[in-house]
T-cell receptor, first 115, second 111 residues
Framework: SQTIHQWPATLVQPVGSPLSLECTVEGTSNPNLYWYRQAAGRGLQLLFYSVGIGQISSEVPQNLSASRPQDRQFILSSKKLLLSDSGFYLCAWSVPGYSYNSPLHFGNGTRLTVT | DAKTTQPPSMDCAEGRAANLPCNHSTISGNEYVYWYRQIHSQGPQYIIH???NNETNEMASLIITEDRKSSTLILPHATLRDTAVYYCIVRVRTSGSRLTFGEGTQLTVNP
């Protein structure tokens, strides 16, 4: 069966520091991968998605970037964190290709607090 | 994107059926209706999805009207653990097969 791992679960970082959040998926090949963010009391916002190694699409301009160095690894990064980067970051995967008849599966998220 | 409209909050008594409505009047013929829920401080959990026919799984039932302009998620015997925000999403055919979440319905199951 497929599993998705995110770490760390919680993170407190000072303003201006770098960020690296990692997500890995097991049990599937060439999945679609997604990064979402949820600010406090708000809905989920799609940040990036990837349909293959090295293929990253950005949904909103921001202080963050994403990379996919391996088939089942998705990394969210920032060179210098802002206070507004605080939130709940969620990674998700779905079967490869444009399959609208299969769900996204989410990890347990990383709660980031920028101080 | 096809917009969905859900009530911001609902209450349900434990053991009773919870019926969560969703309007999606601009849905296109090949767009799926998905339901997720999010329990506080956890990632969204997939519940069920459908295109035209009613669907049932171990978690819930999804009833889609014949004109597909609305749907209802049914939790047949709600428990306290079903307290969560429930999202109804129309999955449009855009690149990346992504999902766009709205505000959802806060369901509170009361003892």
């Amino acid at each position: 069966s497929q599993t998705i791992h995110q770490w760390p679960a919680t993170l407190v970082q000072p303003v201006g520091s770098p960020l690296s959040l990692e997500c890995t998926v097991e049990g599937t090949s060439n999945p679609n991968l997604y990064w979402y963010r949820q600010a406090a009391g708000r809905g989920l916002q799609l940040l990036f998605y990837s349909v293959g190694i090295g293929q990253i699409s950005s949904e909103v301009p921001q202080n963050l970037s994403a990379s996919r160095p391996q088939d089942r690894q998705f990394i969210l990064s920032s060179k210098k964190l802002l206070l507004s980067d605080s939130g709940f970051y969620l990674c998700a995967w779905s079967v490869p290709g444009y399959s609208y008849n299969s769900p996204l599966h989410f990890g347990n998220g990383t709660r980031l607090t920028v101080t | 994107d096809a917009k969905t409209t859900q009530p911001p909050s609902m209450d349900c008594a434990e053991g009773r059926a919870a019926n969560l409505p969703c309007n999606h009047s601009t849905i296109s013929g090949n767009e799926y209706v998905y339901w997720y829920r999010q329990i506080h401080s956890q990632g969204p959990q997939y519940i069920i999805h459908g295109l035209k026919n009613n669907e049932t799984n171990e978690m819930a039932s999804l009833i889609i009207t014949e004109d597909r302009k609305s749907s209802t998620l049914i939790l047949p015997h709600a428990t306290l653990r079903d307290t969560a925000v429930y999202y109804c999403i129309v999955r449009v055919r855009t690149s990346g097969s992504r999902l766009t979440f709205g505000e959802g319905t806060q369901l509170t199951v009361n003892p």
